[in-house]
């Protein structure tokens, strides 16, 4: 019939018996607790290690940021300075020019 489904079969289910069996079985299989902040030791050796992947993407993002601009690379330095330049005249110069009126 079309109501009745067959029963989903249950797996036994495999408990040690003691912590300590728990604490084995997990070293053994590699797994560790979960929500525990990783030491910093390993991570900084994983990046040192990886340190030529690391700076060929950091590389290939500026090249590709640039690569349609007249001056490519070397607009990375002027772009800055204009931006700077532009924010002090329009917050330096014209808002302080504003503010007198009030």
């Not at 079969?9 to 300590?20: F, H």
């Not at 069996?21 to 590699?30: D, F, N």
């Not at 607009?75 to 014209?94: I, M, Y």
Request: include cysteine; charged fraction near 15%; aromatic fraction near 8%.
């Amino acid at each position: 019939m079309l109501g009745e489904m067959d029963p989903v079969p249950q797996l036994p289910q495999a408990s040690p018996s003691s912590a300590n069996q728990a604490k084995a079985l997990a070293e053994r299989h590699g797994l560790r607790r979960l929500g525990l902040r990783p030491a910093l030791g390993p991570n900084v050796l994983q990046l040192w290690r990886r340190r030529d992947c690391t700076w060929a993407l950091a590389t290939s993002d500026a090249y590709g940021k640039n690569q349609g601009s007249y001056l490519g690379q070397l607009w990375g330095v002027p772009k800055p300075l204009l931006q700077v330049a532009v924010f002090w005249v329009v917050f330096g110069g014209l808002m302080a020019a504003s503010s007198w009126v009030i």
